[in-house]
Antibody, heavy 120, light 107 residues
Framework: EVQLVESGGGLVQPGGSLRLSCAAS????????MIWVRQAPGKGLEWVAS????????YYVDSVKGRFTISRANAKNSLYLQMNSVRAEDTALYYC?????????????WGQGTLVTVSS | DIQMTQSPSTLSASVGDRVTITCRAS??????LAWYQQKPGKAPKLLIY???SLEIGVPSRFSGSGSGTEFTLTISSLQPDDFATYYC?????????FGQGTKLEIK
C-alpha cells in the first residue's frame, strides 16, 4: 500500500525557516517524481515544487523561487521542503504527492498534509 | 506559465442530475490534464488522468473529455458522495498548475 506521511509543520515567524519532510512507503521511491502542493485556508490547490527521480531536476512556482528548496534522500525514501524567509502568504496545508515514473504526470497518491502557519 | 480556468466556480445540483464542469487552458496542453475531487478536511483524490482515462476504483459515472485547451468533467448521475470540490490540473510542462476549483453543492 502506498503511503505518504508529511511532518515538520508548525508555527513559524515571518522571515523564519522550517523543514518539511515526507516519508514514503509502498512503492519504488527512487523511480518517481515527487511533488509538494499547498492549500491556503479556504483556498484552492497550488503546486509548489517538484523533483525528478534522482534529484537532478527541480522546479518551483515563481512565488517560492529562491526561498524554498526541494530535495530527496532516496536511501531513506524521503522527500523534503526547506522553507526559508517565510511570509504570511506561505501559511497553508502542505501536501506531498507522488508523480510519474520517469516522466511528468498526474499525482496519483497524496499524503494528509502538514500545516504551516506563519505568524508573529 | 499555463493558466487553468474552471467554470463554474460553484454548481448547485440534485442527486441524480447530470453535471458538467469545464476547464480551459491558456495554451494547448494536448491531453495532459487530470481531474481531482477534494472533500473537506481530506487530501485530493485523482479521478481522471490524460483527459479521459478513469483512475482505478473511480465510479464509471465520472468521465472526462477534451484536448488542446478545452476540457470537461461529467458526472452522469450525481450521488450523495459526489458533493465536493473538483480541480483540474495540467501537466503539459514541468511547471504544473491547477484550476481554481468548482464547488459542487446540494441544491
Amino acid at each position: 500500500e502506498v503511503q505518504l506521511v508529511e511532518s515538520g509543520g508548525g508555527l513559524v515567524q515571518p522571515g523564519g525557516s522550517l523543514r518539511l519532510s515526507c516519508a514514503a512507503s509502498g512503492f519504488t521511491f527512487n523511480s518517481c517524481w515527487m511533488i509538494w502542493v499547498r492549500q491556503a485556508p479556504g483556498k484552492g490547490l497550488e503546486w509548489v515544487a517538484s523533483i525528478n527521480e534522482d534529484g537532478s531536476e527541480k522546479y518551483y512556482v515563481d512565488s517560492v523561487k529562491g526561498r524554498f528548496t526541494i530535495s530527496r534522500a532516496n536511501a531513506k525514501n524521503s522527500l523534503y521542503l526547506q522553507m526559508n524567509s517565510v511570509r504570511a502568504e506561505d501559511t497553508a496545508l502542505y501536501y506531498c504527492a507522488r508523480g510519474g515514473y520517469g516522466e511528468v504526470s498526474e499525482f496519483d497518491y497524496w499524503g494528509q498534509g502538514t500545516l504551516v502557519t506563519v505568524s508573529s | 506559465d499555463i493558466q487553468m480556468t474552471q467554470s463554474p466556480s460553484t454548481l448547485s445540483a440534485s442527486v441524480g442530475d447530470r453535471v458538467t464542469i469545464t476547464c480551459r487552458a491558456s495554451q494547448s496542453i494536448s491531453s495532459w490534464l487530470a481531474w481531482y475531487q477534494q472533500k473537506p478536511g481530506k487530501a485530493p483524490k485523482l479521478l481522471i488522468y490524460k483527459a479521459s482515462s478513469l483512475e482505478i476504483g473511480v465510479p464509471s459515472r465520472f468521465s472526462g473529455s477534451g484536448s488542446g485547451t478545452e476540457f470537461t468533467l461529467t458526472i452522469s448521475s450525481l450521488q450523495p458522495d459526489d458533493f465536493a470540490t473538483y480541480y483540474c490540473q495540467q501537466y503539459s510542462s514541468s511547471l504544473y498548475s491547477f484550476g481554481q476549483g468548482t464547488k459542487l453543492e446540494i441544491k
